[in-house]
């Protein structure tokens, strides 16, 4: 006579037999559960930042496209001056006899290109100097290191970027990206070292230490990781600041004279009477878009925040 040794659960316990379907699907459910969300989920999970990435990534579209989407060629100065909108030019024409919305379109390539050149630089700037300054706290080169973001920090930046750009021989969006790379990231800078900081003494760089790894792999290759949001936050509000820096140095007419951007577009029109001649979308249009790409970016912070403190992540 047989035995039968399985167990028969007590009343109120949820039993579950070892290989059973049932226990296949709880462990599956836990694993899901246990499985931390990828970086773009967690910017996804903010209504703000989905809003911003859909809005700019319809503005990276039309930069891409501005060719294809452009009605004219926007230094076409061969239509009629003053002309209100048509079929063929969608918000009318300059005093000039250009296409404002041609204008606009490829407008769009030179705000992006200088936020994304000028924010990188400036965010790689910020991030080797602050974690090399926060690594080394207490030594000569911290205090070097220190003493010019500090220089930096006191130095108004406005006047800087305007007297460097004003006082240069050759024009350009490079020479635009430059100056403003170099006089924008000593405030991310003083973050990072903070961040650093706290982190250097944190288990796991003190066995890496112990297991012989250089100063240079510790610094970025095991604190730097742990950093990702805070870099990435720094770069977004780099980028924002750089497409604000330059649509106002075009309209104070020091961009580059030779290319079309929202910022020159707002210089031709206050130099020529726009608003006085009845052409508000000339005015009107170059600054609502500006200030809807920089909202975009201001959203798009909201979802890079969430990577760096969990507990906002209730209220996306």
């Known amino acids: 006579m047989t035995t039968d040794t399985t167990p028969t659960p007590t009343p109120g316990e949820d039993f579950m037999a070892e290989g059973s379907p049932r226990q296949e699907l709880a462990v599956e459910q836990v694993s899901d559960t246990a499985r931390p969300d990828q970086w773009w989920q967690v910017i996804w999970s903010s209504k703000k930042a989905r809003v ?10 039309v930069a891409v496209f501005a060719p294809l989407i452009a009605p004219q060629d926007p230094l076409d100065s061969s239509f009629e001056p003053l002309a209100g909108p048509s079929a063929a030019n969608w918000l009318g024409t300059t005093t000039s006899g250009q296409d ?22 400036s965010t790689v700037i910020a991030t080797v100097i602050g974690l090399i300054s926060g690594y080394a706290e207490g030594t000569i080169l911290d205090d070097l290191l220190s003493f010019v973001t500090n220089v930096a920090l006191v130095i108004p930046a406005l006047p800087l970027i305007i007297t460097l750009v004003a006082y240069s021989e050759v024009r350009g969006i490079w020479l635009i990206v430059g100056v403003i790379s170099i006089t924008s990231w000593a405030g991310a800078a003083r973050a990072k070292r903070a961040q650093i900081i706290s982190l250097r003494n944190r288990d796991f760089v ?26 990435a936050a ?29 910022g020159t577009m707002l210089y031709q029109s206050n130099a020529q009477g726009a608003i006085a001649q009845g052409l508000w979308l000339w005015v009107f249009v170059p600054g609502l878009v500006l200030a809807i790409l920089m909202t975009a970016m201001t959203f798009i912070n909201f979802g890079v925040d969430l990577l760096s403190n969990p507990h906002l992540r209730e209220d996306a």
């Open 234 to 262: 720094s770069f977004v509000g780099a980028a924002t600041g750089a497409i604000g820096a330059e649509a106002g140095l075009a309209a104070l007419g020091l961009g580059d004279s030779q290319s079309v951007s929202w």
């Open 206 to 231: 003190t066995a890496a230490k112990f297991s012989g790894e250089g100063t240079w792999r510790i610094v970025f290759r095991e604190i730097m990781p742990n950093m990702t949001s805070l870099v």
């Open 52 to 61: 911003g990435v859909v809005i700019l990534a319809v503005y990276v579209l």
């Open 100 to 121: 404002i919305a041609s204008q606009l379109i490829y407008g769009s390539r030179i705000s992006l290109l200088v936020g994304l050149f000028a924010g990188l630089i």
